[in-house]
């Protein structure tokens, strides 16, 4: 019994050379903001003749080039500074690295699991992209074009390659109650997630709504905040603005319509019900005070004694 039991450590000794393959599970590669952490999500497979040798006397290891940067069994300090936040027993070995800096851009780093009678690194690599600035923030939609009264819905999402330290995402202007969660991806590594719901309102259309995010850095220094924006498009139908009024000098007759909706409104002139035009009499000047509003003026130089002018508006 002895003999059998002496043979299945050296088995694993030999890197599972009887235990079949070992594997792990890591990203090959994360973006990281330098000066900031970054947890490598990490999981990792033995056959059954090993499952055994998962104990408490297990260690992770974190290699780049060649060099241990991290042990798990070691106090931390400037040279190994990181946290196993994964159980080993259950076949997690996920890692916080700590102060990640330019120097470790597109290092290759490898794990290796060490337990009493077992003793296995593992051959997949993972290296990190360094960034000075984070990359920007992803808007979903990208584009917001919605009738007014429209229930809308904004995410705004944010990579967090340092769980210790997300990002943190803010909306201008100020839409409404926002909701913040953290998500998986499909890699295992996370990104920050913030949803915004509103109603889409008229005073809402061509506003820049933006989605920023902001990552802290480990020394507590407020890294780079990057934002992503869009430009509202809100539809909505056309009205007569109070500031409609008609005015009378002599024998001249003014009368001013503003009006404004989305898509820009048309306007026309209506005397007892027909509609008038350009005449002899009358002046009808047409501008557009901006993309949602139309400003028009009739002069009527000898008016009617009896009729009135009024404004239509098509409907939408």
């Known amino acids: 019994m002895v003999g059998i039991l002496n043979i299945l450590v ?19 590669t994360i973006e990281v903001v330098s000066g900031s952490c970054v947890t490598i999500p990490c999981s990792f497979d033995v056959t059954d003749q090993c499952v055994s040798k998962l104990d408490k006397t297990c260690k992770a290891l974190w290699k780049k080039g060649g060099v241990t940067v991290f042990d798990s069994s070691q ?85 967090a390659p340092c769980l210790c330290h997300p990002p943190n995402l803010t909306w201008t202007p100020g839409l409404g109650d926002s909701q913040e969660t953290l998500q998986e991806n499909q890699d ?29 850095k480990q020394d507590g220094s407020t890294g780079s905040a990057v934002s992503t924006s869009l430009t509202a498009d809100i539809s909505f139908a056309p009205e007569i603005l ?24 048309t306007l026309m002139w209506y005397l007892d019900g027909s509609p008038v035009n350009n005449s002899d009499n009358l002046t009808i000047t047409y501008e557009p005070p ?5 400003r028009s003026i009739i002069t009527v130089n000898q008016p009617q004694k009896r009729g009135s002018f009024h404004f239509a508006l098509p409907h939408l």
């Open 10 to 28: 050296i088995a694993c000794l030999l890197q599972g050379a009887l235990c079949g393959e070992f594997k792990v599970i890591i990203p090959q």
């Open 242 to 265: 109070p500031s409609s009024n008609c005015t009378k000098a002599g024998a001249q007759l003014n009368c001013s319509c503003e009006t404004v909706g989305n898509p820009s409104p």
């Open 188 to 216: 295992k590594t996370k990104v920050q997630t913030s949803v915004v719901n509103f109603t889409a309102s008229h005073l809402h259309h061509g506003k820049t709504i933006s989605c920023t995010a902001t990552y802290n």
């Open 75 to 159: 106090t931390q300090t400037t040279t190994n500074n990181g946290q196993l936040t994964g159980d080993l027993t259950k076949k997690d070995c996920t890692t916080t690295l700590n102060n990640i800096q330019p120097v470790d851009n597109n290092k290759k780093y490898t794990f290796r699991l060490e337990c009493r009678g077992l003793r296995y690194e593992f051959s997949e690599q993972i290296s990190f992209s360094v960034r000075a600035d984070p990359p920007r923030p992803t808007l979903t939609p990208s584009t917001l074009e919605v009738k007014e009264g429209t229930p809308v819905s904004l995410t705004c999402s944010a990579p």
């Open 290 to 294: 901006n993309d949602t509003g139309l």
